[in-house]
């Protein structure tokens, strides 16, 4: 009955040429979404190609060179005005000398590592690098058989996360003596009931360096991200700089170009000019890209280690009882009005400071009043 009904408001010849115009606006619609990408994924195929050929190139290139040092020896360190940085490695059995300063590409440094991502007591970790590797009380190391080209802090934003950063110290002080850097441990622990506030922690840390020694750059460490190839040199020459380009929970991925999280570092100069880090991003996310903001607007471009240099693995954790920052989209539209307002500029804090053998502790409990923002 219906088919009558049907066939009687719809002619066969209409019902096909209804079919057909159906049809052709679905393959339409398709090409329409499709296509692009399918193009995308070509011209990634042949960008990551392009890739793969100039590394080849590079390679090649670095082992020429290296073999030129091998088959005719000369001294590299003989003046630090001429010493030009080389694009490779060091040979095995290159010497340098406790009054020169340590060249950034040593043969200590390997490339890959391999990652433990087993818990392990704090206790062993104390134990194994107090013994053996000349660190002072408050995890301030300095090479004894050159001069340290950089001399750098390290801060750490902490709450609640005791088992990782064990396991980050068994990897990241081995790596960092093998590059030859001066460095020390700064954990700035929030304390107090109100949302994580990683940015502000960052700030703490910052201004409580200061204090101590006259720094080239900081690095801003978030306690879960394990660097992955000692080639990921974290001195001050490239600042400012984002080291965890590629970490495993984002497939090895820079999620977007604007991302500036996990691992990163400016000079004290830049630091200073950018007003820090914002104080206004309470709990988890925005707060790096706000930084990103804040460089871009300095004037300053961001590099990142090439190839998979900048590779990390993320120690699997839950933000425990964390909030996410919902406000954060709000914030950043302003960035640029903020940026004066809101940093090192206008923050107070009362911390208190202890020392362990492999860091100095700031903990604080922070409240949104220690850092108030005039309108803008």
């Not at 890209?289 to 693995?313: H, M, Q, S």
Request: glycine letters at 6%; charged letters at 20%; hydrophobic letters at 40%.
């Amino acid at each position: 009955m219906l088919r009558r009904r049907l066939l009687r408001l719809f002619p066969k010849r209409s019902m096909i040429a209804l079919l057909f115009l159906f049809s052709l606006s679905s393959s339409f619609l398709y090409f329409i979404y499709v296509a692009p990408g399918i193009v995308n994924t070509y011209l990634f195929m042949v960008q990551a190609q392009g890739i793969m050929i100039r590394e080849n190139m590079r390679t090649i290139g670095a082992q020429v060179y290296e073999q030129m040092i091998r088959d005719y020896p000369f001294d590299l360190n003989h003046s630090d005005a001429t010493l030009v940085q080389t694009t490779t490695y060091l040979p095995e059995g290159f010497t340098y000398h406790p009054n020169q300063t340590c060249p950034e590409r040593l043969p200590s440094m390997k490339g890959p590592v391999n990652v433990n991502m087993s818990e392990i007591h704090m206790e062993e970790i104390e134990a194994l690098f107090t013994q053996n590797s000349d660190i002072k009380q408050g995890g301030h190391w300095r090479p004894k058989d050159c001069i340290p080209r950089w001399k750098v802090a390290i801060l750490i934003p902490f709450r609640n996360r005791h088992e990782h950063l064990p396991v980050l110290f068994r990897h990241l002080i081995p790596m960092l003596q093998r590059q030859r850097l001066e460095f020390a441990f700064y954990l700035i622990e929030q304390a107090g009931t109100q949302p994580f506030n990683r940015a502000m922690l960052f700030n703490v840390g910052f201004l409580e360096a200061m204090k101590d020694y006259s720094w080239d750059c900081v690095i801003f460490h978030d306690v879960d991200h394990i660097p992955e190839n000692d080639h990921n040199y974290y001195g001050c020459g490239q600042m400012p700089r984002h080291f965890a380009a590629k970490l495993d929970k984002y497939m090895y991925l820079l999620p977007y170009e604007e991302f500036f999280g996990g691992v990163s570092g400016l000079t004290v100069k830049q630091f200073q000019k950018i007003n820090g880090f914002p104080n206004a991003f309470w709990g988890w996310g925005g707060e790096d890209d706000d930084l990103w903001n804040r460089v871009r607007f300095a004037g300053y471009t961001p590099t990142r280690p090439e190839g998979n240099i900048g590779k990390y693995k993320s120690i699997p954790h839950h933000h425990r009882g964390e909030v996410q920052f919902l406000g954060r989209y709000a914030l950043l539209r302003h960035s640029k009005e903020r940026q004066a307002l809101d940093g090192l500029n206008n923050l107070k804090y009362f911390p208190t400071i202890t020392y362990s053998s492999l860091y100095k502790n700031i903990t604080v409990n922070l409240t949104p009043e220690l850092a108030p923002v005039s309108d803008y």
